[in-house]
């Protein structure tokens, strides 16, 4: 898969530094032929035989915990899920500590979400072993975003010359981050939006990305419009007046749906939060891509484990 790409392969998917266009794009090709796998009546390939996978979440997950735990599967890894709620963190033991006794049970790569931002990059450290961000507080979820690119690359063929708008709740998500990396580096614009307490200015220095507070200028000329949920957990407070006024600006509707390209199509990470960032028509409509996503987040999940841990020393 990788014979012909020329830049070193990254040891770590903790976020897109040192992923190549050329490496994203194989990544993404690769995932066309797991998706292949996932449809035939024997879902199951040996790649990963012999290979212990953990996943290591430290914070609540639904999709992506599932999916991590299914493309292992499919490739035949064993897996070990760790649950920090039912572990020793709750009696006090360290990530360091966590790490090294699974590390000891001779795991060989990691699936980690943690409400802290780096938290990943320390069980790299800690463990010596390859590491799959699945999430770290609001700094980064690249699988998502591969799954989200690789969504809409399915929908249009390519993601060169696309513009993808992000709608929502952009300061407390690493939905939005990701993104921000990941589609600019693969020939997509990329319009983040939402009122001025949500959208960090921070994030207009990004090539490739541009900031507005406007829902209908974000989405003017947009291929995929994508809306964010409201991040309440990570909130503290005086980001918004009200629900009820953010929904009237800021949701992904079909009133806003129509400002759009014609073609356009609505994506959600999920979880959602129904007639708040996005009516129930929207996601439910001809134009939503979410159960796309998800099932798409399988095979992406797969490609990225694939591209990690087959044909290492
Ligand atoms: N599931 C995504 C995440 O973990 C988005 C969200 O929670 O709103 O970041």
Redesign the pocket.
Known sequence: MTASITSARPRHLLDFQGWSRERLTALLDNADTMNQVLDRPVRKVPALQGLTVCTAFFEN?T??RVSFELAARRMSADVVSFAAGASSLSKGESLRDTVEVLTAYKVDAYVV?HHAAGAAHLVARYSGKPVVNA?DGRRA?PT?ALLDAYTVRQEFGTLEGLTVAIVGDVRH???ARSNAELLPKLGARVVLCGPATLLPEGLAHLPGVTLTTDPREAVRGAHAVMA??L?QERMDAGYLASLQEYADTYQVNESLMREAESGAIALH???MNRDVEISSDVADGPRSRIVRQVENGQAVRMSVLYHLLVGRE
Do not use: D, E, F, I
């Open positions: 997950s999709r992506t979400r999430g979820h998502q998500s690493r939905v964010l949920r991040q990470p999920g979880p």
